[in-house]
């Protein structure tokens, strides 16, 4: 729509007349007050004529306020008799878009006012396309801002400052206001990183604490590249500033549920591990032993029978409590056994840690131990605390319980390894009898001629063939597909087979776990070519490779020997490792894995979340698949906290763009929360067995009707119960 004012009402009309024939809608007046007694709708394009416009050169200046306020952004195209430079002048810098000299060559006034209304289409387009941009902008919490080194400005576009706390209309921010929001401490390193941009011509990306200038505290990563002129300098640093703050607020909410127990607030057995990890890292160095005791109340069952769950929950809270005060009277720094917080991860070799672990037990890590006898008073006087009645539900009730204790060197050199003795001492403990201690015993005091029988036998395992693998299937329950499978050892000596438990530890501790390993990624390839070859689909075959192995050698060259020798693509082969990996030798873990990941091998992490679960790790990781441990799988439906944990994994592993398996997944309730938090690729008893080479066929036809099941699109022909028994893995 064109909204004409001219006095000359001949040329007013004809030229109307004109515009209407080529199609525009045209408003016709004969002078600028017109406008202000009968106003038309805001129109694309405005003619005035300049005897019609006001002192100064305003173009609407006679209007009402209103009115301005109205057509102060259509575009103008003054009329002229003649060419009145000053006049003109006077009115384009009033902010005319254009003028024209009043002719009848009416051709070239409809290019004239094609053309404005052209570009005021493309403005309008513009502008909608910033208002989105700022909209997108203020969802995401990021802005864009242009630097200019000369004025120490900050430019954006409409909104960009918003994210900080200004006004959303704000579009500039001088250098001072910004810096008035980072804390003082954080100055300089800000200040070195933007200069050395501008001096090196390079990008400069860092992260900031501030204050939003609305108070808020926040995170913001800024980034930034350079922009230079013609000679080469650096006129412009031009980037974007992102809110992160939820972000990091998350990574922290995911950090304390895999490290920090929900009920008692304490480490839980990841933040356990990882505290005792460093502090055997810490005793390898000095003259100090680590100690790792394992706690475990006595009938806990009974509380739970009688008073309920939330009684016994409460019971829980308050022994842990107690023990954290106990722990903190007796090891107060003044013996070299010092006393951490409860805070999960903290540095055990400044005092000790206690943690609580899955059910009624307890962990407490006791570092920079110089004597034994130190770690027996401090359990002695743990169990004498227990003494002490506790109120719950209204009642009065005793409880007890036994320790197992396990001392690095003597026990074990591994945080996990430590544990799992100190449970066994817990064992024996228990046979005891209440408020009983048991010390880790090996087992080859006790069996000697067994244990060394075995470790004859395996030694010879390879070269007679005794060594077997079973695939276990693991399915995509959405798709009712094959994703792959496990290979799993079994040895069979002497007409027996040995529990994978048992050889494998046997196999770690003599070194014979590398040629062990070898083999399997040689045998598994050789599988898959024979199923290839009788037109069999596996899509690919996983094969878990020790932490030793990894430390001894790079499993990169048996890969590969092993793909080029069976024609396999590198894709179809997965090397499994366990979290352990982190933290014995992470540096040359990682260099491992980068050599597997360039060869194509995919690789994935085993039993998450029951070892080392730190996510500076987990990051660094080339990594495609995280497996959750059939520990946590088996508390769903029966624990809260069990349910929290497979949560919080599935979402890490979701935000890390990483494949999930859930293990052991024996019933159907089980596979449906899965399937409700958003795990759709599953392994277990549920699906199909381990089963040998020629079996797995037949166990691959019924995977579409074992899926049928869970999710709805067969009928169950049994109740839904476990079948009992453990899968054993190399």
């Given at each position: 729509m064109i909204v004409l004012v001219d006095a000359n009402a001949e040329w007013r009309a004809a030229a109307a007349t004109v515009l209407r024939e080529s199609g525009y809608e045209v408003h016709a007046r004969a002078s600028l007050a017109g406008l202000a007694h009968d106003a038309p709708p805001v129109p694309d394009l405005l003619i005035v004529d300049v005897a019609s416009i006001g002192a100064g050169g305003e173009v609407l200046g006679t209007l009402p306020r209103e009115l301005r306020a109205r057509f102060?952004?259509?575009?103008?195209?003054?009329?002229?008799?003649?060419?009145?430079?000053?006049?003109?002048?006077?009115?384009?810098?009033?902010?005319?878009?254009d003028f024209l000299v009043r002719t009848t060559h009416w051709s070239?006034?409809?290019?004239?006012?094609?053309?404005?209304?052209?570009?005021?289409?493309?403005?309008?387009?513009?502008?909608?396309?910033?208002?989105?941009?700022?909209?997108?902008?203020?969802?995401?919490?990021?802005?864009?801002?242009?630097?200019?080194?000369?004025?120490?400005?900050?430019?954006?576009?409409?909104?960009?400052?918003?994210?900080?706390?200004f006004d959303a209309m704000r579009a500039a921010v001088s250098a001072q206001e910004f810096m008035r929001l980072v804390p003082a401490e954080h100055h300089e390193s800000l200040i070195c990183a933007v200069d050395r941009a501008i001096r090196e011509a390079a990008p400069v990306a860092l992260e900031l604490p501030l204050t939003g200038a609305g108070g808020r505290p926040m995170t913001i990563r800024v980034a930034a590249e350079p922009l230079r002129d013609a000679d080469g300098r650096v006129t412009m640093l031009r980037g974007v500033i992102r809110d992160i703050t939820d972000r990091q607020r998350a990574e922290r909410d995911i950090e304390r549920m895999l490290n920090a127990d929900p009920l008692t607030g304490l480490p839980n057995r990841?933040?356990?591990?990882?505290?005792?990890?460093?502090?055997?890292?810490?005793?390898?160095?000095?003259?100090?032993?680590?100690?790792?005791?394992?706690?475990?109340?006595?009938?806990?069952?009974q509380i739970n029978e009688s008073l309920g769950q939330v009684a016994g929950d409460e019971a829980l809270c308050i022994v842990g409590e107690r023990l954290e005060g106990d722990l903190a009277a007796l090891c107060d720094g003044s013996g070299g056994i010092g006393v951490t917080g409860a805070a999960a991860g903290a540095d055990p070799r400044g005092g000790a840690v206690l943690a609580r672990l899955p059910g009624d037990r307890f962990a407490v890590l006791l570092p920079q131990v110089r004597d034994p006898a130190e770690v027996s008073a401090v359990v002695q006087a743990l169990l004498r605390g227990f003494g002490r009645p506790l109120t719950l539900a209204g009642a009065e009730c005793f409880v007890s319980c036994c320790a197992g204790v396990a001392l690095y060197p003597r026990d074990g050199e591994a945080a996990g390894v430590?544990?799992?003795?100190?449970?066994?001492?817990?064992?024996?403990?228990?046979?005891?009898?209440?408020?009983?201690?048991?010390?880790?015993?090996?087992?080859?005091?006790?069996?000697?001629?067994?244990?060394?029988?075995?470790?004859?036998?395996?030694?010879?395992?390879?070269?007679?063939?005794?060594l077997s693998l079973r695939y276990q299937p693991w399915v995509d329950v959405a798709r009712g597909a094959l994703g792959g499978v496990e290979a799993l050892a079994r040895w069979q000596h002497e007409g027996v087979s040995v529990p994978p438990v048992q050889f494998v530890a046997l196999a770690e501790q003599s070194g014979l776990i590398v040629p062990i390993g070898e083999w399997a990624i040689r045998e598994a390839a050789r599988q898959m070519r024979a199923w290839r070859d009788a037109g069999v689909h596996v899509p690919k075959v996983a094969i878990n490779i020790s932490t030793?192995?990894?430390?001894?050698?790079?499993?990169?060259?048996?890969?590969?020997?092993?793909?080029?020798?069976?024609?396999?693509?590198?894709?179809?082969?997965?090397?499994?490792?366990?979290?352990?990996?982190?933290?014995?030798d992470f540096d040359r873990t990682l260099q491992a894995l980068h050599e597997l990941r360039d060869l194509g091998v995919g690789l994935?992490?085993?039993?998450?979340g029951i070892g080392y679960s730190s996510l500076s790790y987990l990051t660094r990781l080339p990594i495609g698949k995280l497996k959750?441990?059939?520990?946590?799988?088996?508390?769903?439906?029966?624990?809260?906290?069990g349910e929290a944990v497979v949560r919080a994994i599935i979402a890490l592993g979701r935000s890390l763009r990483l494949q999930l398996v859930a293990e052991g997944v024996e019933t159907i309730a089980q596979a449906r929360a899965l399937l409700d938090s958003g795990c759709h690729a599953m392994q277990g008893y549920l699906f199909a067995r381990p089963v040998r080479a020629a079996e797995l066929p037949e166990a691959i036809s019924r995977i579409p009707q074992r899926c049928g099941l869970v999710s709805g699109r067969a009928?169950?022909?049994?109740?839904?119960?476990?079948?009992?028994a453990c899968e054993g893995r190399p």
């Open positions: 102060a952004g259509v575009a103008l195209l003054l009329l002229s008799d003649v060419y009145d430079e000053q006049a003109i002048g006077g009115a384009l810098a009033g902010g005319a878009a070239l006034l409809i290019e004239r006012v094609g053309r404005l209304c052209r570009m005021t289409r493309v403005q309008f387009e513009l502008a909608t396309s910033r208002d989105r941009l700022a909209k997108a902008h203020a969802l995401a919490g990021v802005g864009t801002f242009d630097f200019d080194p000369r004025s120490s400005m900050l430019h954006g576009s409409a909104g960009s400052f918003a994210i900080l706390g990841n933040a356990f591990l990882v505290s005792c990890a460093t502090a055997i890292a810490g005793a390898q160095h000095g003259v100090y032993g680590v100690a790792v005791v394992v706690l475990d109340l006595d009938r806990f069952a430590l544990l799992a003795r100190a449970d066994a001492a817990l064992v024996d403990a228990k046979r005891r009898g209440s408020q009983s201690v048991a010390w880790y015993v090996r087992p080859l005091d006790v069996h000697g001629r067994a244990r060394l029988k075995l470790l004859n036998g395996l030694h010879k395992a390879l070269e007679r063939g005794e030793i192995h990894f430390e001894q050698r790079s499993p990169a060259r048996t890969a590969r020997e092993a793909i080029g020798e069976n024609h396999l693509e590198p894709g179809v082969l997965e090397i499994e490792l366990t979290e352990s990996c982190m933290v014995r994935s992490l085993d039993d998450f959750v441990d059939r520990s946590f799988v088996r508390m769903l439906g029966m624990s809260v906290e009928a169950p022909a049994s109740p839904d119960h476990p079948e009992p």
